[in-house]
């Protein structure tokens, strides 16, 4: 009985200093921070990838090169997806007002979501540009996406530049994106 007296107080200790850290962690942590996250495919070419948009059109990657291309891994079911989507519809918006300097942004439904199930998420949630359907999950599985929402910068040249394993904000991204037009001047 004396001894668990004695241990008592440093099990009380190590919990405190956990949660210490772990609202330092947290505290520190901002939502609308669009931050890097690793992959061995920046500065590499972008994986050949194609696939069919909700319109039933055929879609490739490697077409799009000479733009500036966003492709957002989402799913309808995804919870931080849906919070998201308004920062999409605002960068867009911005990116459209840009004309032919805008990026193309692209939304890869990375699941096994149905068909009715997107075309009903993008009519509640609004949201006019091409969404690709990946049922098979190969186009996620050639960027080696881990969780959604996830998305990737491709340049111009074609070259995979960002990626980002969070929510996105319309700010943040087209800071981002005017910062790599910036460098590749």
């Given at each position: ?13 190590a ?26 495919l ?5 994986p050949?990838?194609?696939?069919t ?16 291309v ?10 931080p ?5 308004p920062?999409?519809?605002r ?13 193309e942004?692209y939304?890869i ?22 969404i690709v ?8 599985v ?25 929510k ?18």
């Open positions: 009985m004396a001894s668990r007296r004695r241990i008592a107080p440093w099990i009380a200790l919990v405190a200093v956990v949660l210490a850290a772990l609202f330092v962690v947290l505290a520190g942590a901002k939502s609308d921070q669009t931050d890097s996250a690793d992959t061995p920046i500065g590499k070419p972008a050949a990838v194609a696939g948009t909700l319109a039933g059109e055929s879609w490739e990657l490697s077409r799009r090169k000479g733009s500036w966003v492709l957002n891994f989402f799913q309808s079911t995804c919870v997806c849906k919070e998201e989507h920062e999409l519809v960068f867009a918006e911005q990116q459209a007002r840009l004309g032919a300097d805008g990026a942004l939304t439904d990375f699941s096994d979501d149905s068909v009715d199930s997107v075309r009903k998420f993008f009519a509640n949630n609004g949201g006019d540009w091409p359907l990946d049922p098979r999950g190969s186009i996620g050639a960027f080696a996406v881990n969780k959604v929402p996830e998305t990737w910068v491709i340049s111009p040249a074609g070259l995979v530049v960002f990626r980002t394993i969070a996105v904000t319309a700010d943040a991204l087209s800071a981002q994106i005017q910062q790599f037009r910036e460098l590749s001047r």
